[in-house]
């Protein structure tokens, strides 16, 4: 990566808050609450596994059909990799993150307060007075825990602060072809709105899109639109480029698919609530299946792309019940469709590389 663009690992970004006097708060997938937590004084730092990592600490404690995010999540949190936070917040996303909810609550019991969020599945009326009230609910819980009630102006300070780094999220989505960063460099990039605070973000986003092309034409490659929970094993954004294509559409539950709306109006509570309901079709959401597939055309049609990759992992419910229907619906606007299925706790296997390869190879 070009040395004017210095992304902090997440360790490096982590001890710096630390060392500073500030806390954390470890966030499980998908929609975090984040304006919130920042408003309480706890960083977000969300947890994707993390990859690679052996789940055998989690796996005593859950069915073996639970998929590879949740039982690396809780393998990491029994190896001691979650003690630096002051609370966990798991979302109920899905059935195994709702069971990770009540096997911390109920079983395991970790020395920190463990809080729960309901997303509701819908975007009516009555679906954004619920998740402002589970919000209100949630704010009380983190005020006992921080000794911190934030006022109206703080909240507001809060949400804004993180629709700025939504934006900036956003335009680096939308200007990825004129960046001059391969697709291991972009997410990295990217995914560091998982931890940083969200005006250091902001402003490494801004810098990023401020920075010259490289030298040289770049080499013209092959569109794909990405879809998924997490670009995990990241091994497979190198074989994706080695193979000559390029990530033009993103519909990642980590990336893409928080491209959130900015917000108006008086009650903090219902700006953070409209605005964590307003991001593109999400399988975690409960969006229907035609909502999704319209988002998918859009994204295809938007940046070219004739081919899908669906990066699914092992046992992913959420997104394994929209597979077939979305499969054929792009079909039959002529844009083929890859899955490819991958395990956090796994490298990446060679078969998988060889699929990908194959089906760039089909799209020239």
Not at 63 to 78: H, M, N
Request: hydrophobic fraction near 45%; aromatic fraction near 6%; charged fraction near 25%.
């Amino acid at each position: 990566m070009a040395n004017e663009l210095t992304i902090p690992s997440r360790g490096e970004a982590l001890r710096a808050h630390l060392d500073s006097g500030g806390a954390l708060a470890a966030v499980f997938p998908y929609h975090p609450p984040r304006a919130l937590l920042r408003a309480h004084g706890l960083l977000p730092v969300e947890v994707w596994g993390p990859p690679g990592r052996s789940t055998a600490a989690g796996d005593a404690h859950l069915q073996p059909y639970t998929c590879s995010l949740v039982r690396a999540g809780l393998a990491f949190l029994l190896d001691g990799g979650l003690e630096r936070a002051q609370a966990i917040l798991v979302p109920h996303g899905c059935d195994s993150l709702q069971g990770l909810g009540s096997v911390l609550l109920d079983f395991v019991k970790p020395a920190m307060p463990v809080l729960t969020c309901y997303m509701p599945r819908g975007e009516r009326d009555l679906d954004r007075a619920f998740l402002a009230d589970e919000l209100r609910e949630l704010a009380a819980r983190l005020a006992e825990i921080t000794g911190h009630r934030p006022g109206d102006g703080e909240l507001v300070e809060a949400i804004e602060r993180e629709e700025r780094a939504d934006a900036a999220l956003g335009e680096l989505l939308a200007r990825r072809p004129e960046l001059a960063l391969g697709e291991r460099d972009f997410y990295r990039l990217v995914r560091s709105r998982e931890y940083l605070p969200a005006e250091a973000f902001a402003a490494l986003a801004t810098r990023a899109l401020a920075l010259p092309p490289a030298e040289g034409a770049r080499p013209a490659r092959t569109p794909l639109v990405l879809s998924g929970l997490v670009p995990e094993p990241m091994a497979l954004l190198d074989a994706l480029e080695a193979a000559g294509a390029t990530v033009a559409g993103d519909d990642l539950a980590c990336s893409g698919r928080r491209r959130y709306r900015p917000t108006r109006g008086a009650d903090a509570y219902a700006r953070m609530s409209e605005g964590m309901l307003s991001g593109p079709p999400d399988s975690t959401r409960g969006s229907s299946v035609q909502a999704r597939l319209d988002h998918l055309r859009g994204l295809a049609r938007g940046s070219g792309a004739r081919g899908v990759v669906f990066l699914t992992l092992k046992f992913c419910e959420p997104e394994l019940y929209y597979l077939p229907q979305l499969r054929d619906g792009l079909a039959a606007d002529g844009v083929r469709a890859l899955d490819l299925e991958v395990d956090l706790a796994e490298a990446l296997p060679a078969p998988v590389v060889n699929r990908l390869e194959a089906f760039v190879e089909t799209l020239r």
